[in-house]
């Protein structure tokens, strides 16, 4: 099958919200599994409350596929696929005593690429003229900056 080139901002924009789309659900089956792997309660607490958050970040990102005038559907998110195959395999091959700590390390590393996405959808919103869109992704964007310091805050207590 041929792909479709994207040729204008709003449908590069439109790809990319689709990709974000796919990396929500990635999130929430890694720390499905990264709270599986932790061992320590407040560890496991912040993985929990970052899912309930992640749901609400969906529930943002499916009102900007609204605000935008677009259907909600997915496109893929090699990334995000690749991060969750690497704390798997690095959960795999480290032991028990070791997990906090690779749990820690690798939902941070997911943290930060989902920043990176979030960052880039705000300037493409605000560029294709939404403030609306831009303001939810804003929100978006807050929530894992905020799950990103408190990551490595616990990471630095448990290796301290
Ligand atoms: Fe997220």
Redesign the pocket.
């Known amino acids: 099958m041929t792909q479709q080139k994207l040729t204008t901002p709003e449908e590069l924009f439109h790809y990319q919200l689709r990709s974000a789309r796919t990396?929500?659900d990635h999130?929430l089956e890694a720390l499905d599994v990264l709270h599986g792997a932790a061992k320590d309660a407040k560890i496991k607490k912040l993985f929990s409350h970052?899912a309930d958050?992640?749901r609400e970040?969906?529930a943002k990102l499916e009102q900007v596929f609204g605000l935008m005038g677009f259907d909600v559907t997915t496109a893929p998110s090699p990334s995000t696929t690749g991060i969750s195959k690497q704390a798997e395999s690095l959960l795999e091959r480290s032991d028990a005593q070791l997990h906090d700590c690779v749990a820690l390390a690798s939902a941070l590393g997911?943290?930060h690429f989902?920043i990176s996405a979030?960052q880039g959808l705000i300037l493409q919103a605000g560029s294709l003229g939404s403030a609306d869109a831009a303001k939810l992704l804003e929100e978006?964007l807050d929530?894992?900056t905020h799950?990103s310091e408190e990551l490595r805050a616990a990471l630095q207590e448990l290796l301290s």
């Open positions: 990396m929500e999130s970052h958050e992640t970040q969906i997911n943290e989902e979030y978006n929530q894992e799950t």
